[in-house]
């Protein structure tokens, strides 16, 4: 039997999907750690993003600062973490060290976004009497849409794949498949693990593809 064919085995298991180890609990673990770290990644880059680029100072020094950050292994800052006070906290260092990780594709595209909105349409809304903030949010903001949800797929995409490592800081998610499989010298549950992390980035792929494509041809998409 093939190694495909051992790991297909593996998955189609009843056995494999029940439990705390089971398939389906680890991937509701990976679902919720993805979802609270693009949710705080979001809260943290959007607002610096939106304003740098309504103003247009400040947004080249974060973004190169921003992208300077992707040359940090991800690892390495989970390690570095673990080393600290917030090793302490459970899934903290995971969690940290994957919002460092999401942070760049939201800041760059999300700033991007609302530079290249038309200039003339922002004055002509401002020659219509709207204050900054009514431009920021009632014409660039809209115009911005579909880079920045560009920005929030790519986040999500490379979330699903590198949270995995939290299994290694004792965090749950699809990554304890993967260690599991190593600590039993089970490859084709390593490899049963590596498959469900990638047909689950495909599926978030797919729904963001999707949703950009629905922001796209609504109404004050600039498309």
Known sequence: MTTLGAARDW???????????????????HLLLV?????????????????LGHLGRGGALAVNI????????TF???VLLLL??????????AVVALVLFAVPPLLTNAYVGVREVDRSV??????MGMTGR????????PLARPMILTGVRTAAVQLVATATIAALAGGGGLGRIITAGFNLASTPQVVAGALLVAVFA???EGVFAAAERLAATRPGSGR
């Open 11 to 29: 998955l189609t298991d009843p056995a494999h999907w029940s439990g705390d180890d089971g398939i389906r609990h680890r991937l509701l673990q």
């Open 35 to 51: 979802s609270v770290c693009l949710a705080v990644s979001c809260l943290i880059a959007l607002p610096v993003a939106l304003v």
């Open 66 to 73: 921003s992208n300077a950050g992707r040359a940090v292994p």
């Open 76 to 78: 390495a800052v989970l």
């Open 84 to 93: 600290t006070p917030v090793g302490r906290w459970g899934e903290g260092p």
């Open 122 to 127: 922002v004055r002509a809304a401002r020659g």
């Open 134 to 141: 009514q431009t920021l949010l009632r014409v660039e903001l």
């Open 202 to 204: 495909l599926l978030v």
